[in-house]
C-alpha cells in the first residue's frame, strides 16, 4: 500500500499503541487490561508498520526465527512461572505476590507472580499474531 | 437491554447459519466465526443479573454485580475461537492456492 | 495431597515447549523424546497403581479449594484412559521416526504430537466442564495442525472438515455450558452433580445432556455425527492415524460416561433407549460402510465406526457389568485398532497408496507383518485366545443379563460382518497374486510398534482376568458418584 497519509498516520499512531500495550499489559493484575490483549494491540501496530512499509523497512520474512523464539519463549515463560508456583508454593500455577517499596516515589508497588505469567502470554501472542500476518501477507 | 441478548443470539446464529450454507469457502470461514460468537453470547447471558455492574475490584460497594465467571470465561472461548479461525484461514487461503477455486462444490474430492 | 496427578499433564507440556525451542538441533531433541516418552508413560502406571491402592486422588489447581477452583480428580476410568493413551501414543511416536523422513516435518511435528498428549492426559484428568473443553480444544488444535502437517491435498481436504466439525462443536459445547451454568451457578463437575439433583426433572436439564451427547456424539463419531471420520482418519499421517483411532474417538466416550455416571445420573433411565438405538445403528451402519471399502485405511475408519457403536451399546446398558465389559473394549479395541493403522501405513509406505487391490503377495515379501497383521484381523473379529474375543463375549454377556436381546443380536451380527471383510482384507493384502514388485520393503523402524501391538492384544486376551477385574472395579466407581464427589467436595 502506497499511500503517503497512511504511512505519516501509522508513524502517529504505532507508538502510541506499543505505549498503551505496555500500559494495558502492567494493570492487567488487578483492572481490565492483561497479556492477551496487550499482545493482540502490540501485534496490531505491528501489522499496521507491516501494512503502511511492507518489507521496505523491516525484512520480515527473514525474521521468521525470531518471532519463532518469540513465542516459544513465551511459552516457556509461562510455564516455567507456573513450575515455579508448583516448587514454592505447592501447587502448580500458585501465584504470590509482595509488596517491594520504592525507594524515589516513595510508593509501595505490589509485584505478582501473575504478572510474569502474562508477560509470557504477551509474547506467545505477539509471536503467532505476527508470524501468522507475515504468512497470510506473502504474496504468490 | 432484555431484548438485546436474544436478539444479538439470534442475529449471529441466524446469521452464521446462512453464511455457513454458502459456497464460498471464506463465508464458511466467516459463518463459524459468527457463531462461535453467538454461543459466547449465550454463555455470559447465563451470568447476567438485571442491572448488575462491571466487577472490578474496588467498587465493591456498588451492588449488584454481575457474575465475572462467564465473562471470564468467553474470553477463554473467544482466544480459542481465535486460534481456531486463524488456522480455518490459512488453511483455506492454502485450497485456494493449491486448486485455484474458492468454492467448496469444486473442493469435495473424496467418497463420503 | 500428592503432587502425582500434575504430573501426566505437566511432562508432556514442559516436553512440547522443550521440543520447541529445541528445533533446530534434531540430536537433543531425540534425547528429550526419549526420556520423556518412557517417563510419561511410567507416571501414568503408576498414577494408576496408586489410585487403584488408594481410591480416587484430587489435586486442586493454583492452589484454589475444590468448587471454586479448577481441581484434577483421578479416579480408575482416568486412569485407565491414561494408561491406554500412552502405551498408543509410545508406539505411534516410535514410528513416526520412520514414517517421516524429513528432518523438517520431524521437528514440527513432535512438538504438536506432545501438546496432543497433554491434551488427551489432561481431558481424562479434570473434574471442571469447562477445563474439559478447554482441554479438548488443546487436542482438537494439536490434530488440525498435525492431520495438516503433509500438506497432501486430501489431508487439507479432511482439515477443512474437521475444523468446520470442530468450531461448530465447541460452540454447542459453549452453549451447553451456558445452560448448565444458569441452572446451577457452578462448573465443577462434583458440586454440579450435587446441585443438579433438586432440578432432576427441569427440562433444560435434559436439553444440556441432549447437547452434551451431540459434542461428544461429535467426537466419538456416533452416527449420525459420523460424516467426518472416514475422510480424516483415512488421510491423516499414518502415527496420527493410530491415534485418533486408538485414543481420541474414545475420549468423546470417555467424556458420554463421565457427565452420565456423574452429573446426569437421573437421566441415565430416560436416555437409555436412545443410546440403544444409536448403539445398534452406529454398530450396523459403520460395518456396511466397511464392507463397501477398497481402501485398507478407510475400511479401518469405518470400521472405528462400528466398534464406537459396541461401545457405546456396553456404556447404554448402565449396569456395572456393561460399563465394565465397555471400558475392557475400549483397552482391547485401542490396541487393536492402532496396531491395524500402523500396519496400513507400513503398506502406503511399500506402494505409496493403502488401495486394496494394489496389493498382494505379503507373505512373500514379509512374514512378520503377515503375522502381526493376522493377529490384529483376529482380535477384532473376536477369534479366541485374541482379546477380542474376550471384549465381545464380556459385552455379549452383559447384555443377555441385563435382558437387552435386540442389541445383543445386533452385535452379534455385526461381528460375523467384521469378521468377513478383516479377512477379506487381509485375505487380499497377504495371499493374492501381484505382480508389481513393492517400492521399498518394510523397515524395522515401522514394524516393530505393530508388533508391540499386536502381541500386546494377545497378552491382554491370555491375561483377560486381571484386566477385566480392573475394569469392573473402576465400572463398579463410576456407578459409585459419591465417591467422586466425597473425594472432590470432601477437602472443602
Known sequence: MNSLIFKSITKLVSPILMLFSVYLLLRGHQLPGGGFIAGLMTSAGLVLIYLAYGAERFDWRNRNRFFYYLFSGGLALSFLTGLAGLFMGGYFLKSGFAHVHMPLINEDWEFASAAIFDIGVYLVVCGVCVSLMTLLGEEE | ?112 | MSQHLILPILVPLGTAILLLLLRFIPLARLVVIAIAAVSILGVNISLLSSIYKQGIQTYQLGGWPAPFGIVLVGDLLSGIMMVLGSIIALCALFYSFGYLKEEGQQAIFHPLFFFLWTGTNGTFLTGDIFNLFVMFEIMLMSIYSLLTLLGDKKQIEAGLKLISMGLLSSAIFLAAVGGIYALTGTLNMADLAIKIKPHADHPLVSAVAMLFIGVFGLKAAMIPLHFWLPDVHSSAPTPISAMLSGILIKVGIYAIIRVFCLIFVDLQATFQTFFLTLACITMFMGALGAVAQTDLKRLLAYSSVSQIGYILMGVGFFTVAGMGAALFYIISHGIIKASLFLAAGILKKMRSTTEMSEHGDMIQHSRMFTIFFFIGVISLGGIPPSSGFFMKFQLLKAGLDGAFYIPVVVAFTVSLITLFYLFQSWQKICLSKQKDLPQTLPSFKLLAPVGVLAILSLALGLAASPISELTQAASQQLFSPELYIKAVMGSM
Open chain 2, 1 to 112: 437491554m432484555k431484548l438485546i441478548l436474544p436478539l444479538a443470539i439470534g442475529v449471529l446464529f441466524g446469521a452464521g447459519t446462512y453464511l455457513v450454507l454458502q459456497k464460498n469457502i471464506l463465508k464458511l470461514v466467516l459463518g463459524l466465526g459468527l457463531i462461535g460468537h453467538g454461543a459466547n453470547v449465550i454463555l455470559i447471558s447465563s451470568g447476567w443479573i438485571g442491572t448488575g455492574k462491571v466487577p472490578i475490584l474496588g467498587n465493591e460497594e456498588t451492588t449488584p454485580f454481575v457474575d465475572p465467571i462467564p465473562q471470564a470465561l468467553i474470553l477463554t472461548a473467544i482466544v480459542i475461537g481465535f486460534a481456531a479461525l486463524a488456522f480455518l484461514l490459512v488453511l483455506s487461503l492454502r485450497v485456494y492456492r493449491d486448486l485455484k477455486t474458492s468454492n467448496i462444490e469444486e473442493i469435495r474430492g473424496q467418497r463420503g
